[in-house]
């Protein structure tokens, strides 16, 4: 084991870091520029939430992107992706870092889509339930996906593969991709209408939003009552209405 200090968060505050020596190989390997684009494909499959977390503490946008794109995993799980683990022991799930959250979504919608994957499409759910909002970003770039912009971004990506099913490029075999991704909801009157939209289609989806929690702020009855109805209740965690 290597020690290695580290300064995040405010002012001087330091905290006292564990990585593995197989830990900081994985952040020189995706440290180096060009990285997924040409050697992705000879990646063991058990290495890449490795990479994963690696990418993440650099906020390596493109790299977590293309590991999304191919993840051959069944389960990408934030919370187990970012927490403790033997090869680093500093847990980051309070980055709700725009970089890195934004990379991620785009690699799933480029997931569904990609029709040359390194490995099989295996998987099965995305948890994106563990990224905790805080005051303060100890990100680097110091830029939040909150949950507000987390709800709209991943309706957005929902809305978004599905018109581009529809285009002339369309490959038969996304029909066979079914993964559900485990939310907190967000809604206000600015997303309401994109969310409904989005829940309505998640037949169609290869991308079913599940929601976990929901937190509604500011909705009329109607539109309340409606929407709830939407995120299938009776799997619902925590209501919240503001």
């Given at each position: 084991?290597?020690?290695?200090?580290?300064?995040?968060?405010?002012?001087?505050?330091?905290?006292?870091?564990?990585?593995?020596?197989?830990?900081?190989?994985?952040?020189?390997?995706?440290?180096?520029?060009?990285?997924?684009?040409?050697?992705?494909?000879?990646?063991?499959?058990?290495?890449?939430?490795?990479?994963?977390?690696?990418?993440?503490?650099?906020?390596?946008?493109?790299?977590?992107?293309?590991?999304?794109?191919?993840?051959?995993?069944?389960?990408?799980?934030?919370?187990?992706?970012?927490?403790?683990?033997?090869?680093?022991?500093?847990?980051i799930r309070s980055w709700a870092c725009q970089v890195?959250?934004?990379?991620?979504?785009?690699?799933?919608?480029?997931?569904v889509l990609n029709s040359s994957a390194t490995y099989?499409?295996?998987?099965?759910?995305?948890?994106?339930?563990?990224?905790?909002?805080?005051?303060?970003?100890?990100?680097?770039?110091?830029?939040?996906?909150?949950?507000?912009?987390?709800?709209?971004?991943?309706?957005?990506?929902?809305?978004?593969?599905?018109?581009?099913?529809?285009?002339?490029?369309?490959?038969?075999?996304?029909?066979?991709?079914?993964?559900?991704?485990?939310?907190?909801?967000?809604?206000t009157e600015r997303n309401y209408d994109l969310v409904?939209?989005?829940?309505?289609?998640?037949?169609?989806?290869?991308?079913?939003?599940?929601?976990?929690?929901?937190?509604?702020?500011?909705?009329?009855?109607?539109?309340?009552?409606?929407?709830?109805?939407?995120?299938?209740?009776?799997?619902?965690?925590?209501?919240?209405?503001?």
């Open positions: 084991l290597f020690r290695s200090r580290e300064l995040h968060g405010v002012g001087s505050a330091k905290s006292l870091t564990m990585k593995t020596l197989k830990f900081l190989s994985a952040e020189a390997t995706v440290s180096n520029v060009g990285f997924a684009a040409k050697y992705l494909m000879g990646v063991a499959q058990n290495l890449y939430p490795l990479l994963f977390k690696a990418s993440y503490l650099l906020e390596q946008g493109d790299t977590i992107h293309a590991l999304v794109q191919n993840w051959p995993l069944e389960n990408l799980d934030l919370g187990q992706l970012l927490g403790r683990t033997e090869d680093n022991q500093e847990g890195c959250l934004e990379a991620c979504l785009t690699g799933v919608k480029a997931y099989a499409k295996r998987l099965k759910v995305i948890d994106l339930t563990a990224i905790k909002d805080v005051e303060i970003q100890p990100c680097k770039c110091k830029k939040t996906l909150g949950k507000w912009k987390r709800t709209e971004r991943v309706a957005q990506l929902c809305y978004d593969l599905l018109v581009e099913m529809q285009g002339e490029r369309f490959n038969p075999a996304i029909l066979d991709v079914s993964v559900d991704v485990l939310a907190d909801l967000f809604v409904v939209q989005t829940l309505l289609m998640r037949p169609h989806c290869p991308l079913k939003i599940r929601c976990v929690t929901f937190r509604a702020d500011s909705l009329a009855l109607r539109k309340l009552f409606y929407i709830i109805k939407l995120t299938e209740p009776a799997s619902l965690k925590k209501l919240e209405i503001v």
